[in-house]
């Protein structure tokens, strides 16, 4: 499964990128904001996106509307890693389309079965 995984923070993205690649299932690639991501999907080609809610310049929900919108992307699953991880952002989240949410701080042994989680309940 390759995922991409899209988070300002650079400790974030290598112990997530770290975690998952532990699991012989993920193939993991990383990008450092939403318009480098944008410019990555064309090329990877993600079975799904980890996307950080709270970002600078595009945030994630900004992120997710740009992909849905556009065709070769539309299908592609979003789950979104967020710290504000309260009931009613989770809800707002999902009512646009997510394919889940997980919170931060993510336990990093069980990041690759959270995802599973996630996808398995979309299939």
Do not use: N, Y
Not at 70 to 89: C, D, L
């Amino acid at each position: 499964m390759k995922v991409l995984h899209v988070d300002d923070e650079p400790d974030i993205r290598e112990i997530a990128q770290m975690a998952l690649e532990l699991d012989p299932a993920f193939e993991v690639e990383s990008a450092e904001s939403a318009a480098v991501a944008l410019e990555k999907i064309e090329r990877m080609h993600p079975s799904v996106i980890l996307l950080d809610v709270m970002m600078p310049g595009m945030d994630g929900p900004e992120m997710f509307r740009i992909l849905r919108a556009r065709p070769e992307t539309a299908g592609i699953p979003v789950v979104f890693m967020t710290a504000a991880a309260q009931k009613h952002m989770i809800e707002d989240l999902r009512s646009l389309g997510a394919a889940g949410v997980i919170s931060k701080p993510f336990d990093p042994m069980s990041l690759a079965d959270d995802l599973k989680e996630v996808m398995s309940a979309q299939a």
